[in-house]
């Protein structure tokens, strides 16, 4: 099983990766949380967790834009826990506007935030799970990793873009014990879609109450949102020992959005 082993969860104080750091520590995994919020509520949330899956869960405040910072999430799992046996890359960021009007600063944060950190985490991490001879990488893509939609450049630049590295690390890794996969989520009822609902509806000129029908479940064939638990059991066949032959994969967990 997984109990004992150990997670860093990338931006995990907010919706999926939230819910993914759950599902781990419900499995008896250690968790390393990180992610943005009020301190407060997040100590709040680490304690509730740590008592409630009686693992310990401890937080690191990394900003994914700041490749130092990135670095030492890493190192700072392997400082406290003595390992690391996945690493999910999660903290994601949205931006919707047309190219021609799309902030320069808002393009360089999506892909920091996106896909580069992903990088460095990965950068770091690999070495600590050569050395242990096992180690799992998930990288929380999207569909929009596999296919477009208008108004979502950057974000669907960098979903490719994490794709594509998924494939590279799978194979620099595949004879070292090491999975790297990516899973490609449709549309989940989070804060991060919330935000999107009413940026949409700016985008496109229809209203807020348009947007759910017409534009995000429009594009789900089963016209229902992706619940957490469906990604919870991909991700955690992905990590567990069944999971061995699986690498390199982009996994679609979205109501047959892909297959249209
Ligand atoms: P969310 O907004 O609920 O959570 C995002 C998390 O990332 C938060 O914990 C936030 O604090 C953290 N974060 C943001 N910027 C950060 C930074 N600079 N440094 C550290 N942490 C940072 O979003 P979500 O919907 O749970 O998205 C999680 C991931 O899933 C993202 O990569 C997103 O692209 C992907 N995804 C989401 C959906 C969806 O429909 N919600 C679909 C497909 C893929």
């Not at 242990?132 to 999207?142: D, E, F, K, M, P």
């Not at 549309?187 to 807020?208: N, S, W």
Request: glycine share 10%.
């Amino acid at each position: 099983g997984l109990k004992g082993q150990v997670a860093v969860v990338t931006g995990s104080t907010s919706g999926i990766g939230q819910a993914m750091a759950h599902a781990l520590a419900g499995e008896g995994v250690n968790v390393v949380l990180n992610g943005f919020g009020d301190p407060a509520k997040i100590e709040a949330d680490r304690a509730a967790l740590e008592k409630s899956a009686g693992v310990r869960a401890i937080y690191h405040g990394a900003d994914m834009t700041k490749p130092g910072e990135i670095a030492d999430l890493v190192a700072f799992a392997q400082r406290e826990f003595g390992r690391l046996d996945i690493l999910l890359n999660n903290a994601g960021v949205q931006h919707v506007a047309p190219v021609e009007e799309f902030p320069i600063e808002k393009w360089d944060q999506i892909i920091a935030i996106n896909l580069t950190s992903a990088f460095h985490a990965t950068r770091a991490a690999v070495p600590i799970m050569k050395a242990q001879g096992r180690g799992r990488i998930v990288n929380l893509a999207s569909a929009h990793g596999l296919v477009a939609s208008p108004f979502k450049s950057a974000y669907v630049a960098a979903k490719h873009g994490i794709v594509g590295f998924t494939k590279a690390i799978a194979l620099e890794t595949a004879r070292s014990g090491i999975t790297v996969n990516a899973i490609c989520p449709g549309y989940v009822k989070t804060p991060l879609v919330e935000a999107q609902i009413a940026d949409q509806a700016k985008a496109r000129g229809i209203p807020v109450d348009r947007v759910v029908e017409d534009v995000i479940l429009a594009a789900q064939p089963n016209k229902s949102f992706v619940e957490y638990p469906h990604l919870a059991g991909m991700l955690l066949y992905l990590v567990s020992d069944m999971g061995a032959s699986t690498t390199g994969a982009a996994l679609s967990v979205d109501g047959g959005w892909t297959a249209a």
